[in-house]
């Protein structure tokens, strides 16, 4: 696919058949993800594969609320065969940056302007979200509930110092979805609205 057509046609898609996803496509996106950029190539992430139905459903029953998950959001996004939860780790950076070629010894969190690993992290989803787009099939990044983070961390043995920063559903489409959540009621801002030339 032109990568055009990559951008364009990439959206947040909420509603899959239970169609498998061919495992060499999902390692592609993967791999994909590993060529995001990162703050002196730290490489501060980590990603948990859930690609079999018992994980999948783990996933679902440790980071659903009591009471939620019976809405039609729930029911397409419980379809997908697989799903990718990109965490960030905040030690890695320090450790990297306290290295004589960077030099920041102190280990000062003030050092940072805004959390590389969260950006770095949040980069390589967007590669995941292409990858599918690029591969024909349908993915969406979504939050997981801070109040379930520790029961999702008990359920897969997370490290403490890894955080996970949302999830990202990939399957085959189910039909043409038409165009969902907060999208279907707000419009993309245009360029001359974010855009400020020379100065703001
Ligand atoms: C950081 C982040 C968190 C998001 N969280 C959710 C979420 O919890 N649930 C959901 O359905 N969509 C979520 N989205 C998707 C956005 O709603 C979506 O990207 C936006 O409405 C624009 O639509 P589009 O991506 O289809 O173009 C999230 C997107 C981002 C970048």
Known sequence: MEFQQVVDRRRMIR??????????VVRRILTNALHAPSAGFSQGWAFLLLDSPDDVGRFWSSTTPAGEGADAWSGG???APVIVVPMSC????I???????????DRDESHWPVPY???DTGMAGLLILLTATDEGLGA???GIPPEMTESFRAEFGVPADYAPIGAVTIGHRAGAEPVTGSAATRSR????EVVHR???
């Open 77 to 79: 996004m419980v379809r």
């Open 15 to 24: 509603s899959y058949t239970d169609e498998p996803v061919d495992p060499a």
């Open 90 to 93: 905040k030690r890695e950076y």
């Open 189 to 192: 801002r245009p360029l001359g």
């Open 117 to 119: 690993w969260d950006i």
């Open 198 to 200: 020379s100065s703001w």
């Open 95 to 105: 450790d990297r940056y306290a290295e004589g070629d960077k030099g920041w010894t």
């Open 140 to 142: 969406c990044f979504f």
